[in-house]
């Protein structure tokens, strides 16, 4: 589970900004948002408020970028990292961007660090977090002769043979963990990092994801059982009593085409309906029910952009509510548009509501819902609504002069 994400000069942020899922004070809906592990309490959810352009996505974007950081290294030193510094300013284009994330994984602490520009990572370091910080490795880049330098911990042994061979898979736009997954290397520490970044913490899924196709591969391979699929589906008053993938050989590219389709009992009768003739909704919908059925079984990590996209308000609620409700060690980052949860203290906790805004300089600032003092407010969502806690458009009069 992620503790803290921090992110600086990346996108629209340009100072350091810390996305922190550690639970504050209140004992409010504990047993349903606040998961107790290695002498932490962690929240489960974070939903992040603003208008748009405010830096939402690019919060779940730069976790994106560093798990794809580690997990796919470069092949080549000329290949770019593909990612934009803050450009309304004269010195951040030339400066690193930071990325630092702490994580706990089989009830072991992990904080891991980077920075890098388009065509290197400068530094890098991994800490193990017990009673006290202890260094796993650290690396530094010389520039001019694009090499990578490792130095250990004092836990760590590495036959010289083997440094030199991570090394040189280590190119310097790799991390040191992408260039451990080059190698047969055998260091327990990197291959719990390197498990946790590619199998717990998943790829950022946006409203074009083919989550629908996405859930049907892991029901087709077993990852995903379609009967508890279709219980969700149930649950959330869809008429699909069955879901149907059908193999079909493509004579002209020689591979089977996966088909899919939704059986729907009208009148006891049933009918099989192509998914693609589903409303977006619905598919969307299917596509959550497989996301729901993962993180209730397996400890896993989403974020999600817009998880409110085609889903009706309650549709949307009830989706939270489920996974809160049923996932025990999995955790959702998403951004949201949809504001009647604000409007029920009942079911939501301070400190997973998250806004971003923009000051002067245009800069994404990031900010909880549990920096403010609200228990003044009756109503969170008319507070919001109204700017108490700014992070909405700053809209003008409806006035349109097409005289000209």
């Known amino acids: 589970m992620i503790v803290n994400f921090s992110i600086q ?40 408020y603003g208008a748009n352009a405010s830096g939402k996505t690019t919060v779940l974007k730069a976790l994106d970028f560093l798990r794809d950081l580690v997990v796919n290294p470069k092949e080549k030193k000329t290949d770019i990292l593909n990612f934009s510094p803050y450009l309304f300013d004269t010195k951040t284009p030339q400066q690193p961007t930071e990325l630092s994330i702490e994580f706990i994984h089989e009830e072991v602490c992990y904080q891991y660090e980077v920075a890098f520009t388009g065509q290197a990572v400068i530094s890098e370091a991994l800490y193990i977090d017990t009673f006290e910080r202890v260094l796993v490795f650290s690396r530094t880049t010389d520039i001019e002769g694009q090499l990578t330098k490792i130095s250990f911990g004092d836990k760590i042994t590495l036959e010289k043979s083997a440094l030199q061979v991570l090394e ?90 996966i088909n899919l389709f939704s059986e729907h009992m009208v009148n006891d009768i049933s009918y099989k309906l192509p998914m693609e003739q589903e409303s977006e909704g619905t598919k969307r919908f299917y596509g959550f029910a497989g996301l729901l059925a993962l993180l209730i079984k397996t400890p896993t990590i989403f974020p999600i952009d817009e998880l ?20 025990q060690h999995s955790q959702l980052i998403a951004t949201t548009h949809n504001r009647e949860l604000l409007g029920d203290t009942d079911i939501f906790r301070n400190d997973v509501i998250w806004f971003t805004d923009k000051g002067e300089d245009f800069a994404t600032q990031l900010y909880s819902l549990a920096d403010f003092d609200t228990s003044t407010i009756k109503n969170i969502l008319n507070a919001y609504k109204i700017g108490k806690f700014s992070a909405i458009p700053r809209l003008s009069d409806t006035f349109i002069d097409v005289t000209q």
Do not use: C, M
């Open 9 to 48: 000069n990346f996108g629209s942020i340009k100072d350091k900004q810390t996305l922190s899922f550690e639970a504050d004070a209140s004992e409010h809906l504990e047993d349903t948002y606040v998961v107790h592990t290695a002498g932490k309490r962690l929240l489960k959810l974070a939903l992040i």
């Open 168 to 257: 040189l898979n280590t190119l310097w736009n790799n991390t040191v963990l992408g260039g451990f997954l080059k190698t047969n290397i055998n260091l327990e520490e990197f291959r719990r990092v390197a498990d946790w970044f590619n199998n717990y913490l998943k790829p950022l899924i946006a409203p074009q994801t083919q989550l629908d196709s996405y859930v049907t591969s892991k029901i087709d391979e077993k990852e995903i059982v379609k009967e508890e699929v279709l219980e969700i589906l149930k649950k959330a008053d869809f008429n699909i009593s069955d879901i149907i993938i059908e193999r079909r050989k493509d004579p002209r590219k020689g591979i089977d085409r």
């Open 308 to 327: 409110e996209s085609s889903l009706h308000p309650d549709l949307y609620i009830h989706f939270l509510l489920s996974f809160l409700q049923n996932a």
